[in-house]
């Protein structure tokens, strides 16, 4: 039990870690066709991984309708809304258009599901401005520096406030837009290639602990 | 690799003519001249897959404005050219190649011309043989060379990727030595992480408070590295809910994810010894569409008002969404991701952050275990060694501008960049 449950998962972690990683230093055709093979299998993984999640998805949704929780109703949306696009898109052969005409499928698509994206991502601007008022409250020096950081950035990026800058400000003859070049060429590129310096270092040691055999949670551990 | 020097030779009287015609106004306007060009050589071009052929010849006094080449190829029937391959004489030189100096001579006085045959030949076949030349044409006075064969091979090593090679191979015996020493030894010093130790502080509440715990993995698939980072916390905060008997919810983005951390949070449970405790639904699908996720995450978040809230993995324009419904709800939340285009959104949103490599080093943080933990000790000695580069890097790069050494210069840029 050991050997399936633990050594050959291991051993093909290991084999399939090296091979992917020579891939990069060996530029032959082989290598190309190897990560291809691999995508393709990751593709299939993936399609029957799907069914999986599916089932877990209605199993999980069922339950609460058969049990009555709270918002159980919202279940019912989870079937209806999967059904609303499933049956078209059978009954139109998976095509969202014939000719000029979109077909039940598309309609779905453009009306219902872009429009309800297209909602989740504009409800993002609310929160962004909910969450700069909570970044601007100046609760310390370095909350303060970020603060006039930010506030120089907004200035110099909106029209009204550069004219403000100007009209204040212009006696310094230093423009508002060239501090604002400064600020995001110098101190953010440092911070984030800071940040990316020790994502990149992490990365590589999480893969070589994964490709090792170190790091096994991700697989139940023993 | 350019190793052999080519002479430059169109034949001096061209270079006669060339200087006649730039010299009298009209010599002989109808005499066309055909010289032929010297030097031409096709070789199997260096570090690529085998389909590929170089061909170089020496550049010269004759590669003036308005001059230009165009390269032929034939696999033996007639001869083929393409757009690309006609083009100005001062241009395509060796020096042009993207390549290090441990790998190409730049400084070679030569034309450099890479050929990708299955563009120009559909029945390309690795290993055939072709046959290439080169014309020079500037007005009336136009050069042919030699035909030259060559045929492409695969290579087995890109000489041009050994700075990256030298450097995975220095930090996987910095890995090897940091383990083994952790095996003999033990006890190593670790720096506290704030988001790391409030995880039970947010599990305590959550039993206090009767409610439940949210651990989104983000929108990766588990071959992305944040991802498995991710699971290896979830195992550390599963085996916590377990061990205080807390309600943990894991929507998922992935079913790939999905059935990994199915298999990671029921053996914290068994670790713990609360098989009797763990639910199969504790993991659960939502949706592989990304608003679509934050929706019905969102939704869930706000009607069962969870405690505590982790968003630990990868994370796009979700991140705001999810992090500030979870605020509005009062949960601590502890987030962690490696795109840092959303930490922004986290440190203002959740009462703590996994920054840069913090995520990757929770994992060994949570578990305790030396031998994970003294990888730790690897991603230090990263940061020391990135640290010297920068400066050591940045003092050569100096000194070679202050007293204009172009090679060393030229040197520096190319062993810190990535080809």
Redesign the interface.
């Known amino acids: 039990m050991t050997l399936i449950k633990k050594h050959i998962p291991l051993a093909i972690c290991f084999i399939v870690g090296l091979l992917t990683l020579s891939t990069y230093y060996i530029p032959t055709k082989a290598s190309e066709n190897y990560i291809e093979v691999m995508n393709k299998w990751e593709n299939i993984m993936a399609g029957f991984a799907f069914l999986l999640g599916l089932f877990s998805l209605f199993f999980s949704h069922y339950n609460k309708m058969k049990r009555k929780v709270d918002g159980w109703g919202y279940s019912l949306f989870v079937f209806v809304g999967f059904f609303a696009m499933v049956i078209p898109s059978v009954l139109s052969h998976g095509r969202q258009m014939v000719g000029p005409d979109l077909t039940g499928l598309g309609w779905g698509y453009r009306f219902l599901f872009n429009a309800l994206s297209g909602t989740m991502f504009s409800v993002l601007a609310f929160y962004i401005v909910s969450t700069a008022y909570r970044a601007f409250r100046i609760k310390s020096a370095q909350a303060g520096v970020l603060f006039v950081a930010a506030l120089i950035v907004i200035v110099g990026k909106v029209p009204l406030g550069q004219m403000i800058w100007e009209t204040v400000l212009g006696w310094t003859h230093v423009g508002v837009t060239d501090i604002v070049q400064w600020l995001m060429d110098v101190p953010v590129v440092a911070g984030k290639r800071g940040i990316l310096m020790g994502l990149a270092i992490g990365g590589i040691v999480t893969a070589l602990k994964i490709v090792f055999g170190i790091e096994r949670q991700y697989m139940g551990k023993d | 690799m350019l190793k052999t020097r080519l002479n430059f030779a169109i034949i001096a009287v061209l270079f006669a003519a060339q200087a006649a015609l730039a010299a009298t106004p009209a010599p002989k306007a109808d005499a066309a001249q055909k010289q032929e060009l010297s030097g031409f050589a096709a070789k199997d071009m260096p570090?690529?897959?085998?389909?590929a052929v170089l061909l170089t010849w020496p550049s010269g006094p004759a590669d003036v404005p308005g001059a230009s080449y165009q390269v032929l190829a034939s696999s033996g029937g007639a001869w083929q050219t393409a757009a690309e391959l006609q083009f100005p004489a001062d241009t395509k030189l060796a020096a042009d190649f993207e390549l290090p100096f441990w790998a190409w001579d730049r400084r070679a006085q030569a034309h450099a011309v890479q050929v990708e045959l299955p563009g120009l030949f559909p029945d390309f076949k690795?290993g055939d043989e072709y046959k290439f030349k080169v014309k020079y044409v500037n007005g009336k006075v136009t050069a042919e060379s030699p035909e030259a064969q060559a045929a492409p091979r695969?290579?087995?090593?890109?000489l041009a990727?050994l700075n990256?090679?030298v450097l995975?191979v220095l930090?996987?015996v910095v890995?090897f030595w940091t383990?083994s020493h952790a095996k003999r030894k033990g006890g190593l010093f670790i720096r506290r992480i704030a988001g790391l130790d409030a995880i039970d502080e947010a599990i305590g509440r959550a039993t206090e408070m009767g409610r439940p715990i949210f651990y989104s993995t983000g929108i990766g698939?588990?071959?992305g590295?944040p991802t498995?980072?991710s699971?290896?916390i979830l195992?550390e905060v599963a085996k916590k809910v377990a061990s205080y008997d807390t309600q943990l919810k894991v929507p998922?983005y992935?079913?790939?994810v999905?059935?990994?951390c199915k298999?990671?949070v029921?053996?914290a449970y068994t670790?713990m010894e609360r098989q009797d405790s763990y639910r199969d639904?504790t993991?659960?699908?939502?949706s592989?569409?990304?608003?679509?996720y934050?929706?019905a995450v969102d939704?869930m978040i706000h009607?069962e008002k969870p405690a505590a809230c982790f968003f630990i993995g990868y994370f796009m324009?979700e991140s705001?969404?999810l992090a500030?419904v979870g605020a509005t709800t009062g949960a601590i939340q502890i987030a962690g991701t490696?795109q840092?285009s959303q930490?922004?959104?986290f440190?203002?949103?959740c009462d703590y952050t996994l920054?840069?490599?913090e995520?990757?080093?929770a994992?060994a943080y949570l578990?305790k275990e030396p031998?994970?933990q003294s990888?730790l000790k690897?991603?230090d000695f990263?940061?020391a060694f990135?640290m010297v580069s920068v400066a050591g890097g940045s003092l050569l790069l100096m000194a070679g501008t202050w007293f204009k050494w172009e090679p060393l210069v030229t040197a520096i840029r190319q062993i810190f960049k990535a080809y």
């Open positions: 570090y690529d897959k085998g389909e690795l695969p290579n087995l090593f890109n990727r990256n090679l995975l930090i996987t890995f383990v698939g588990m071959s590295v498995i980072a699971t290896a195992s998922h992935d079913p790939i999905m059935t990994v298999e990671v029921k053996q670790e639904d993991n659960f699908f939502v592989q569409d990304q608003f679509s934050a929706a939704g009607r324009a705001l969404l500030e490696d840092e930490l922004p959104f440190f203002t949103s920054i840069g490599e995520l990757y080093a994992g578990s031998m994970i990888t690897v991603q990263g940061k990135v």
